[in-house]
């Protein structure tokens, strides 16, 4: 695979070495001094599979490569984009480069203008939580939100889930009254009569991470952890025998113990606000086929 991956970026670094042709563009008369204006409108748009020549399907599938590989063609297609005039301007600061492989190349026949003059701003992301490729790396904007809630499922009432949550509870919420009962994961004795959310018309659940999606959200701290050192070794004791208590161990020993809770709690956040996104789009009615649309 490595043979494979230095000829694919000797073949991007070719375009880089010898970019396409300007398109001819005759500029109609009350643009003639105005090129780049004539350049944006006229120029035709073409996918970047197109402008280089390099088919989307000579890129690997993620999993056929290992860290130093993504990295290296990453660096290769911004020499292109550069090249290119591209410049793609919404990238996330802490997109993994794994990630950030992912979306270039799954983009790879996203239409663009070649506009050697002005050059092109590139946006990939699609203000949409369901189809932009960033995915939860998505930072194009504080107003960017995931999940659009209710009111009455603000903050407050998402800290009041995460501290039963904390307790190893699975936490149950009436989504009428907004009470909160909470039950130990594991149990002793429990009776059921005692237990008033079985009861209740509309209960959400929520249960605290399990053992992969805690071992995910370590791994996803680790790799886009600013300290190399520390990422290195916050990888090496999630590939050990005991993960979970010795990523623990040295995190808390570190000096980003108080940084680690932080993410922690926001992916605690992220995923209560998930679940009651899903339980609304469950119980939402769907629209009728004879009422009218609003546009």
């Not at 490595?2 to 005759?26: G, K, T």
């Not at 059921?192 to 018309?201: G, M, P, S, T």
């Not at 916050?234 to 940084?259: G, M, W, Y």
Request: charged letters at 25%; glycine letters at 2%; one cysteine or more.
């Amino acid at each position: 695979m490595q043979n494979y991956i230095n000829q694919l970026v000797a073949d991007l670094e070719a375009v880089v070495q010898n970019p396409p042709n300007a398109a001819y563009i005759e500029a109609p008369p009350h643009l003639e001094e105005e090129p780049e204006i004539a350049e944006l409108a006229l120029v035709p748009y073409r996918t970047i599979e197109e402008l280089t020549g390099i088919k989307q399907e000579a890129f690997p599938e993620i999993i056929q490569l290992v860290g130093g590989q993504w990295e290296a063609v990453n660096t290769a297609i911004f020499r292109v984009f550069e090249a290119l005039k591209i410049d793609l301007v919404d990238t996330p600061n802490d997109i993994p480069p794994e990630w950030l492989y992912e979306v270039l190349t799954t983009n790879w026949q996203h239409p663009v203008q070649y506009l050697p003059s002005s050059g092109m701003d590139l946006e990939l992301c699609t203000g949409d939580p369901m189809t932009c490729p960033y995915g939860e790396y998505c930072d194009c904007g504080e107003d960017w939100d995931a999940y659009e809630l209710p009111e009455k499922f603000g903050l407050q009432l998402i800290e009041r889930v995460i501290k039963e949550i904390e307790k190893d509870c699975v936490c149950y919420l009436n989504a009428e009254t907004l009470e909160i009962e909470s039950v130990l994961k594991s149990p002793k004795k429990q009776k059921q009569a005692d237990l008033k959310h079985k009861n209740w018309k509309e209960c959400y659940v929520f249960e605290p991470f399990n053992n992969n999606e805690q071992m995910e959200i370590m791994t996803r701290f680790s790799e886009s952890n600013e300290d190399e050192n520390l990422s290195e070794e916050l990888l090496c004791v999630l590939e050990s025998k005991e993960p979970f208590a010795n990523f623990n161990a040295l995190i808390n020993t570190s000096n980003q113990c108080k940084i680690w809770c932080d993410y922690y709690r926001e992916r605690l956040k992220d995923h209560i606000r998930q679940n009651i996104y899903q339980e609304l789009q469950k119980n939402s009615k769907p629209l009728d086929n004879d009422c009218e649309l609003p546009f």
